[in-house]
């Protein structure tokens, strides 16, 4: 851990989220060519020139933004937003050179993601620095400098996406694009007093993404707020033939914070910290806050996801790092870092026996983790288990960066998603962070959480900005394609069935009572259920529901799935509106208990878990 202490960089940048600049932009108080500008004019005084490995020319990004302004403000979710890229992600008319510049190429398009961004009205900045051919989570093995981490000068910037971390956490742009394989889009967050989205594998295309392990990377997302990471994913979201990796899967939308939330924490004994007294600390400060929210904290078994961590790099996987710069290592070994070097070349020795035991392992690991998540919406650990400082890591740098991914390594072999949340300053000046673990497919579902727990620590944004805003309510309106659909009983929030909505990526609306024209039964079923009945108008009982948005598609998967005697129907709303919702066939109800008088399903589950 980092014992010598010294001074944050100075500098008078303001840190405005994503969320503020579109919303200047749009109302006119400030332009896309301005931002941009002060953006350019932020780098100059920051001067560090290891941050940017490559910086595009300024009229050119100047002349973007500009013609933004023939487009429709509405259409652009991210209008005039500077975002920096990390340098193994293709940008056209910059080089991608992966920190080595033996490897260095011209792309002849933009990656999948920047098309997006672009498409979105993001203007790209420049190529940011990183640990060569993104191995490492230090971010200290560049031929390019080592970017100054500036909350306090003598920490690591943390990697591999240490350029963009920096960037986000200096104000120098209010978005960046990382990579994480191993906890690179994570460590550099908690590093840096910033939001790290690390998305579902294959949620965001990886074509023109330079690989390190083609069969876990994936892009992420640096911002100073979880909401302004949403913005970003969801602009970048979606399948795409280019990838034979990529997923179809819907993002679903932030909600608010769940009612009830069961979040998973190791037992006791099973953390570690290395000695580093103020980040346990710290953790355990995390978790009394999360109590605090209203969370039920779980304990689970933390140390299959150890034996999967220890299989990245004691195992086959290496042997996908290998092959990227295998005729780089044979040509010119020497124009590679020695510590990528000798990583890297490990991946020569595995055997296809060794691939396949190791894969046979992993699976049963995976499963022993789906069990895991059986009773628990999310996992909650420190982002790593303490901090370096550069002098430390230049002196061990092996042992130390292993350290750094303890609890990151396993994320992607699992295919989970993950979200890293600033939550604490420490005494000593050191930033310390937590991640949500959830499934892949989840990663609305840890913003909606994670959002809160962001606001609820109070600490400034990055290195140099001001508190973090009060926190926007979630959208109840519907948007695109989305169908409402009305829940009245397992599939409400909490409820047994609930995750058959979550997991197609449905967002709650709203709280909502239906007109006084229905009578509720508690049906014979497992799990218990209910079916609402409709009757004369205003001859039956009001019933409180709730409201939830669908995709198309995801409703037609749903509405698919529903089994006898339930059936989809139109709701009528106290409020007159009809929605679509669930209703049961009359020749269900008979003889079954009426249970009206509770006014909905969870009363009545509450008053019968009560006797």
Same mark, same amino acid.
């Given at each position: 851990?980092?014992?010598?202490?010294?001074?944050?960089?100075?500098?008078?940048?303001?840190?405005?989220?994503?969320?503020?600049?579109?919303?200047?932009? $749009?109302?006119?108080?400030?332009?896309?060519?301005?931002?941009?500008?002060?953006?350019?004019?932020?780098?100059?005084?920051?001067?560090?020139?290891?941050?940017?490995?490559?910086?595009?020319?300024?009229?050119?990004?100047?002349?973007?933004?500009?013609?933004?302004?023939?487009?429709?403000?509405?259409?652009?979710?991210?209008?005039?937003?500077?975002?920096?890229?990390?340098?193994?992600?293709?940008?056209?008319?910059?080089?991608?050179?992966?920190?080595?510049?033996?490897?260095?190429?011209?792309?002849?398009?933009?990656?999948?993601?920047?098309?997006?961004?672009?498409?979105?009205?993001?203007?790209?900045?420049?190529?940011?620095?990183?640990?060569?051919?993104?191995?490492?989570?230090?971010?200290?093995?560049?031929?390019?400098?080592?970017?100054?981490?500036?909350?306090?000068?003598?920490?690591?910037?943390?990697?591999?996406?240490?350029?963009?971390?920096?960037?986000?956490?200096?104000?120098?742009? @209010?978005?960046?694009?990382?990579?994480?394989?191993?906890?690179?889009?994570?460590?550099?967050?908690?590093? !840096?007093?910033?939001?790290?989205?690390?998305?579902?594998?294959?949620?965001?295309?990886?074509?023109?993404?330079?690989?390190?392990?083609?069969?876990?990377?994936?892009?992420?997302?640096?911002?100073? =707020?979880?909401?302004?990471?949403?913005?970003?994913?969801?602009?970048?979201?979606?399948?795409?033939?280019?990838?034979?990796?990529?997923?179809?899967?819907?993002?679903?939308?932030?909600?608010?914070?769940?009612?009830?939330?069961?979040?998973?924490?190791?037992?006791?004994?099973?953390?570690?910290?290395?000695?580093?007294?103020?980040?346990?600390?710290?953790?355990?400060?995390?978790?009394?806050?999360?109590?605090?929210?209203?969370?039920?904290?779980?304990?689970?078994?933390?140390?299959?996801?150890?034996?999967?961590?220890?299989?990245?790099?004691?195992?086959?996987?290496?042997?996908?790092?290998?092959?990227?710069?295998?005729?780089?290592?044979?040509?010119?070994?020497?124009?590679?870092?020695?510590?990528?070097?000798?990583?890297?070349?490990?991946?020569? $020795?595995? =055997?296809?026996?060794?691939?396949?035991?190791?894969?046979?392992?992993?699976?049963?690991? $995976?499963?022993?983790?789906?069990?895991?998540?059986? !009773?628990?919406?999310?996992?909650?650990?420190?982002?790593?288990?303490?901090?370096?400082?550069?002098?430390?890591?230049?002196?061990?740098?092996?042992?130390?960066?292993?350290?750094?991914?303890?609890?990151?390594?396993?994320? !992607?072999?699992?295919?989970?998603?993950?979200?890293?949340? @600033?939550?604490?300053?420490?005494?000593?000046?050191?930033?310390?962070?937590?991640?949500?673990?959830?499934?892949?497919?989840?990663?609305?579902?840890?913003?909606?959480?994670?959002?809160?727990?962001?606001?609820?620590?109070?600490?400034?944004?990055?290195?140099?900005?001001?508190?973090?805003?009060?926190?926007?309510? @979630?959208?109840?309106?519907?948007?695109?394609?989305?169908?409402?659909?009305?829940?009245?009983?397992?599939?409400?929030?909490?409820?047994?069935?609930?995750?058959?909505?979550?997991?197609?990526?449905?967002?709650?609306?709203?709280?909502?009572?239906?007109?006084?024209?229905?009578?509720?039964?508690?049906?014979?079923?497992?799990?218990?259920?209910?079916?609402?009945?409709?009757?004369?108008?205003?001859?039956?009982?009001?019933?409180?529901?709730?409201?939830?948005?669908?995709?198309?598609?995801?409703?037609?998967?749903?509405?698919?799935?529903?089994?006898?005697?339930?059936?989809?129907?139109?709701?009528?709303?106290?409020?007159?509106?009809?929605?679509?919702?669930?209703?049961?066939? @009359?020749?269900?109800?008979?003889?079954?208990?009426?249970?009206?008088?509770?006014?909905?399903?969870?009363?009545?589950?509450?008053?019968?878990?009560?006797?």
């Amino acid at each position: 851990m980092v014992t010598d202490l010294s001074q944050p960089r100075t500098g008078h940048q303001l840190t405005e989220t994503v969320a503020a600049i579109v919303a200047a932009h $749009r109302a006119g108080t400030m332009t896309p060519a301005q931002t941009v500008a002060r953006s350019y004019q932020r780098i100059r005084d920051h001067n560090d020139p290891a941050v940017f490995i490559s910086l595009r020319d300024e009229k050119d990004a100047l002349a973007e933004a500009q013609a933004l302004s023939a487009k429709d403000p509405a259409t652009l979710p991210l209008l005039g937003v500077p975002v920096a890229v990390k340098d193994n992600i293709d940008a056209l008319g910059l080089p991608t050179t992966a920190a080595c510049p033996a490897f260095s190429y011209s792309p002849t398009r933009d990656s999948t993601a920047v098309a997006k961004l672009r498409a979105a009205g993001a203007i790209i900045i420049g190529k940011t620095n990183l640990d060569q051919f993104a191995t490492g989570l230090v971010g200290v093995r560049s031929p390019y400098g080592i970017p100054v981490n500036p909350v306090r000068n003598d920490l690591i910037p943390g990697g591999s996406s240490s350029g963009s971390a920096v960037a986000v956490s200096a104000g120098l742009v @209010p978005l960046a694009l990382g990579t994480d394989t191993a906890g690179s889009g994570r460590v550099p967050a908690m590093l !840096n007093n910033i939001v790290g989205l690390k998305p579902s594998l294959g949620l965001i295309s990886n074509a023109g993404l330079v690989p390190a392990c083609r069969t876990l990377d994936c892009i992420s997302v640096f911002a100073l =707020t979880v909401d302004d990471a949403v913005a970003a994913l969801s602009a970048m979201a979606g399948p795409d033939d280019a990838d034979p990796f990529s997923r179809d899967r819907p993002l679903g939308a932030v909600t608010a914070f769940p009612a009830r939330l069961r979040l998973g924490v190791p037992r006791s004994g099973q953390l570690i910290f290395f000695g580093d007294r103020e980040s346990e600390k710290a953790y355990g400060e995390a978790l009394n806050r999360w109590t605090s929210l209203g969370a039920a904290l779980i304990e689970f078994d933390l140390e299959p996801f150890y034996e999967t961590a220890r299989l990245l790099y004691e195992g086959p996987w290496v042997a996908e790092r290998y092959l990227v710069i295998r005729d780089l290592l044979a040509s010119s070994p020497d124009s590679i870092h020695p510590v990528t070097r000798e990583i890297t070349m490990a991946g020569a $020795r595995p =055997t296809a026996a060794d691939t396949f035991a190791a894969l046979y392992r992993l699976q049963a690991l $995976r499963r022993v983790a789906e069990r895991t998540f059986g !009773n628990i919406d999310a996992l909650v650990l420190p982002t790593a288990p303490t901090a370096y400082s550069t002098a430390q890591v230049l002196a061990n740098p092996i042992e130390l960066n292993s350290r750094l991914g303890t609890y990151t390594n396993f994320v !992607n072999l699992l295919d989970l998603c993950g979200l890293a949340l @600033p939550a604490a300053m420490r005494p000593d000046g050191i930033p310390f962070g937590i991640t949500l673990l959830a499934p892949a497919g989840h990663d609305a579902q840890l913003a909606s959480i994670g959002r809160a727990f962001h606001a609820d620590a109070g600490l400034k944004m990055g290195a140099k900005g001001p508190a973090q805003p009060p926190l926007a309510a @979630p959208s109840s309106q519907l948007s695109g394609d989305e169908i409402a659909i009305a829940a009245v009983g397992a599939h409400l929030s909490g409820m047994a069935l609930n995750r058959e909505l979550t997991d197609l990526g449905g967002r709650l609306l709203a709280e909502a009572s239906t007109a006084p024209d229905y009578t509720l039964y508690a049906l014979d079923t497992t799990p218990p259920k209910p079916g609402m009945l409709r009757v004369e108008a205003g001859a039956g009982s009001s019933i409180k529901l709730e409201l939830w948005a669908l995709s198309a598609a995801a409703f037609g998967k749903f509405v698919a799935a529903i089994p006898p005697p339930l059936s989809i129907g139109t709701i009528r709303l106290a409020d007159g509106r009809g929605v679509k919702g669930f209703l049961v066939e @009359p020749a269900a109800v008979s003889g079954a208990r009426d249970i009206s008088a509770f006014g909905g399903w969870r009363a009545f589950m509450a008053q019968k878990a009560a006797v």
